[in-house]
């Protein structure tokens, strides 16, 4: 397991090596546990109790993400039975685009800010009086519904090369929140500031269609689908605004 004290402790890197007892079903969040109770190494070193975020441990809230044996993937559905059948050693690492908190832990605050950005929520207020919204059809609830599965994980960005450090990238995830909420029959209203959003520094222009992203998606989300409808519609609205002078 790769472990660090802190963002700013690079000293502090380091690898730890745990032995935990075997449990039937027991899942890569367990195996934490275990070391939690009793944080030795296995050359017999006492250490301090490992720091890792899970919330829902049944892969919808996204906050177990990790690097497990070099894949980005959730703790919580990573099963022990399939990662080592035969009592291989797993490797643990945080995730690589965020800032590190501690250990396990990343700082996400980035996606959460990108949300924001691109206005992933229906404007209601104001709107109690006028009666009922327009009315959806089945097939197209079952279309948005795949793409309202995102758990904002960061599996997406984490196998993107674009998003990284050095460089504005939205990534995936927002950008299929832009489809999501353009699609919704009251998100329609503010389409066009989600468009012009997306036609900024960092927006889907910024996407190197390396197509990593939909590999690694938890929710098999369509998210080089997703990709495309955006860009289109960007260029749409900016061919309409050229045309309006």
Not at 4 to 21: A, I, L, S
Not at 49 to 68: D, F
Not at 199 to 228: H, R, T, Y
Request: proline letters at 6%.
């Amino acid at each position: 397991m790769l472990r660090q004290d802190g963002h700013h402790d690079r000293g502090t890197r380091r690898w730890e090596e745990f032995k935990v007892p075997y449990l039937p079903q027991m899942n890569v969040i367990s195996a934490l546990q275990q070391v939690q109770k009793d944080p030795i190494t296995v050359d017999g070193k006492a250490v301090a109790p490992i720091a890792w975020e899970s919330s829902c441990l049944e892969e919808v809230c996204g906050a177990c993400t990790m690097l497990i044996n070099g894949s980005v993937r959730q703790a919580c559905s990573a099963l022990i039975d399939q990662l080592a059948p035969n009592g291989e050693v797993i490797t643990l690492e945080p995730m690589s685009k965020f800032p590190l908190v501690r250990d396990l832990v990343v700082d996400r605050t980035r996606m959460f800010d990108s949300l924001r950005q691109i206005k992933a929520w229906i404007h209601l207020d104001g709107t109690h009086e006028l009666g009922p919204g327009p009315r959806e059809s089945q097939e197209a609830q079952a279309d948005r519904y795949m793409m309202s599965r995102c758990m904002t994980c960061g599996c997406c960005v984490e196998a993107c090369p674009q998003f990284n450090d050095t460089s504005p990238f939205i990534g995936p995830a927002a950008i299929n929140q832009v489809r999501l909420f353009n699609l919704h029959p009251s998100g329609k209203m503010h389409a066009s500031e989600r468009l012009e959003a997306m036609m900024g520094p960092g927006g889907v222009a910024d996407c190197g269609k390396a197509q990593n992203c939909v590999e690694v998606c938890p929710k098999e989300i369509e998210l080089v689908e997703s990709i495309a409808v955006v860009s289109r519609d960007t260029t749409k609205r900016m061919l309409f605004k050229w045309l309006l002078g």
